[in-house]
């Protein structure tokens, strides 16, 4: 290499590192504090997957935005890569089709504010909905994941139930009831299918009462292996 194009080769080198240390430099201490524990930001690792986190915006069941600077999904590094999987499965069965995540790693402070807002439910109630901050909820240790399916013009697929239903339509052991009352349509109740049957064949595992929440770990798994994000 002639030396004016080794110098303008090294300037252009040193350049776009001070612009990609600029733009992976974040100032949420959420985030921070996530990307030190070794979690990965969604959208950096699978563009086409679209992030909508409900608990940042005021459409969820408190009316408010809780997670303050935290606007995008984080999760554990071998979580990605089975939601990379379910990505891939899912442009085998529906081309085009995206994967819409409502919401992933839960620092445990905010799993407290989420608690606390319950706290006109009795106990067994209020562990349906959100889990105990003291026995810690799966999404503290970025292993769960709450979504949904999106069409290829990223519209949320009909699930039967809004994100956090709080009820038993929401329920996946009771779809087939709800299926045959009428109560789920057939289009809600095949949507639900998909998304299952692609989480699942990714290694994900489901929970009875909610259709968009999905471990990929269980409790225990994921107390062995990571820190609870704090
Ligand atoms: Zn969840």
Redesign the pocket.
Known sequence: MKKPFHTLFLFLLFFSSLLYGWAQKTTCSHEVAMREQGLLEVKKELPSILVELKYATSDNFMKKNVYGCLTTAYLQKQVIVKLKKANELLQQSNQGYHILIY?AA?PLSIQWVLWNTLSDLAPIERKKYVADPKEH???NYGS???LTLADEKGQALDMGTKYDFFGELAYPKLEKQFLKNGQLSSKAYQNRLLLRKTMVKAGFMP?DF?W???NAFSRKEAKKRFAVVR
């Open positions: 919401d839960r909820s799966i999404h769960a994941i709450d929970i909610e968009w929440h999905f």
